[in-house]
């Protein structure tokens, strides 16, 4: 979705605050284990695809997402707060698989 050196600053920049907000501000111990692992953008700036993953198993991680849906509102609101642009975008939290699917690939190639 990035694709310009604008809207991968901003990418980086929500990214962090997204990030820094999960650390300090909210105190739901079920983000405790959430990783903000990469956002995109769109070229206009008016959404943004927040990747994430959860340390732990299945169990943490269907209870986090749940809790990352509710985290949305704030979250958009501290990167309305943060980044000084005339628009803020609209947020949407989407689960990495990549890193389960490596893990998985990992436990294969063990098994060999």
Known sequence: MSTNFRS???AEAIRETVATALLGRIKDPRLAD????????????????IYYTVL???AKREASILC???????CR???????????V????????????NSIRIEE???EL
């Not at 959430?34 to 700036?45: F, K, M, N, Q, S």
């Not at 609101?77 to 628009?87: K, T």
């Not at 975008?89 to 389960?100: A, C, K, T, V, W």
């Open 8 to 10: 991968n600053r901003v």
């Open 34 to 49: 959430v990783t903000i692992t990469r956002c995109e953008v769109t070229p206009d700036l008016s959404y943004v695809r």
């Open 56 to 58: 732990g198993d299945m």
């Open 68 to 74: 990352v849906e509710c985290f949305m509102p704030c």
């Open 77 to 87: 609101s501290q990167v309305g707060h943060e980044i000084p642009l005339r628009v």
């Open 89 to 100: 975008p609209e947020l949407s939290f989407r689960y990495e698989e990549g890193i389960d």
């Open 108 to 110: 294969l190639f063990s």
